[in-house]
């Protein structure tokens, strides 16, 4: 008896089961159509909009990093400090410009040097300090990713014990943040 319910259930749900899953599916495909129709550039790759940068420097080693909330000795000036920038050091020299951009200013100080400010899109812009003076770059240029705009070098005195080096600044909406977060320096 109990087999029989038992069986009698199987049947029930065999049935009924496949009507409801033949339903589910037919739901499934007339979405997915509508979906299709309605939207088709859902059906394209995603784009994440993420910006890809360039690094500033190729081969390069890492000669002060980012500091935020740890003070660092600047053997130059004599004092602790943040240091809210990367300082970097390659053979070679070469500053390139870490996406597409405007250049916004050039301007040498005996403190850091030459400095190029380039204007990014989405509220970036980076600085490159520490330049020797002959640059590849006038204000006003458009600049492309990875384009040489310059050479590191001892420009900056506050920093003149790193040797030749590039200080690259790196801000968004206006405030400094840590280029680690944006580039891509174990990869280098
Ligand atoms: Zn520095």
Same mark, same amino acid.
């Given at each position: 008896m109990e087999i029989k319910n038992n069986n009698k259930f199987k049947t029930f749900f065999k049935r009924f089961g496949a009507i409801g899953l033949a339903g589910v599916f037919s739901v499934a495909i007339a979405l997915t159509i509508g979906l299709t129709a309605t939207? @088709? +550039? +859902?059906?394209q790759p995603v784009s994440t909009g993420a910006m890809v940068f360039e690094l @500033?420097?190729?081969?390069? !080693? !890492?000669v002060k990093d980012y500091a935020e909330d740890r003070l660092q000795h600047n053997e130059s000036l004599k004092r602790w400090e943040a240091h809210l920038a990367i300082d970097l050091a390659s053979e070679n020299a070469s500053v390139f410009s870490?996406? &597409?951009? !405007? !250049?916004?200013s050039v301007e040498t100080n005996s403190l850091q040097g030459t400095v190029v400010t380039i204007n990014h899109e989405d509220g970036f812009v980076s600085v490159y300090g *520490? $330049? %020797? &003076? +002959? $640059?590849m770059v006038n204000v006003g240029d458009a600049v492309v990713s990875g384009q040489e705009i310059g050479r590191a070098s001892t420009s900056a005195t506050n920093e003149?014990? *790193?040797? %030749?080096?590039l200080h690259f600044t790196l801000l968004k909406d206006g405030e400094t943040v840590d280029p680690n977060n944006y580039l891509d320096l174990q990869n280098k």
């Open positions: 939207h @088709p +550039e +859902e059906q @500033p420097m190729t081969n390069a !080693v !890492v870490i996406y &597409d951009g !405007v !250049v916004a *520490s $330049l %020797a &003076d +002959e $640059l003149i014990h *790193s040797g %030749a080096h």
